[in-house]
């Protein structure tokens, strides 16, 4: 089992930036794939950035490339989205997600792909 927590979230204004951290505890977290996903309000879950298991391989939605950079620092178990330059279209509950996964490709981008998720983090972003 893994157990995931993110935080970070807040309420920013339109051009601001905010960084996202997902901790993650229970097994070696450097052997899981990872993924950060956003739901607005009366949305579907989206599919926004993932990252292979050692960080050499990253992939993004065309919403937010460019803006967002996912990472993450095995040593700490923990993955990280910087978002810069935030829309008001961005708000919504984000929630970080693993799978267990040792391929050298980021690949994960749907949710039924994942195995464990977070309980979300809100991101609320200003005109």
């Known amino acids: 089992q893994v157990q995931l927590v993110e935080s970070g979230g807040g309420l920013v204004q339109a051009g601001g930036s905010l960084r996202l951290s997902c901790a993650a505890s229970?097994?070696?977290?450097?052997?899981?794939?990872s993924g950060w996903f956003r739901q607005a309000p009366g949305k579907e879950r989206e599919f926004v950035a993932t990252i292979n298991w050692s960080g050499r391989s990253t992939y993004y939605a065309d919403s937010v490339k460019g803006r967002f950079t996912i990472s993450r620092d095995n040593a700490k178990n923990t993955v990280y989205l910087q978002m810069n330059s935030l829309k008001p279209e961005d708000t919504a509950v984000y929630y970080c997600?693993?799978?267990?996964?040792?391929?050298?490709?980021?690949?994960?981008?749907?949710?039924?792909?994942?195995?464990?998720w977070g309980q979300g983090t809100q991101v609320t972003v200003s005109s």
């Open positions: 997600a693993a799978k267990w996964s040792v391929q050298s490709s980021a690949g994960l981008t749907t949710t039924h792909e994942y195995d464990y």
């Open positions: 229970g097994r070696t977290f450097s052997s899981y794939g």
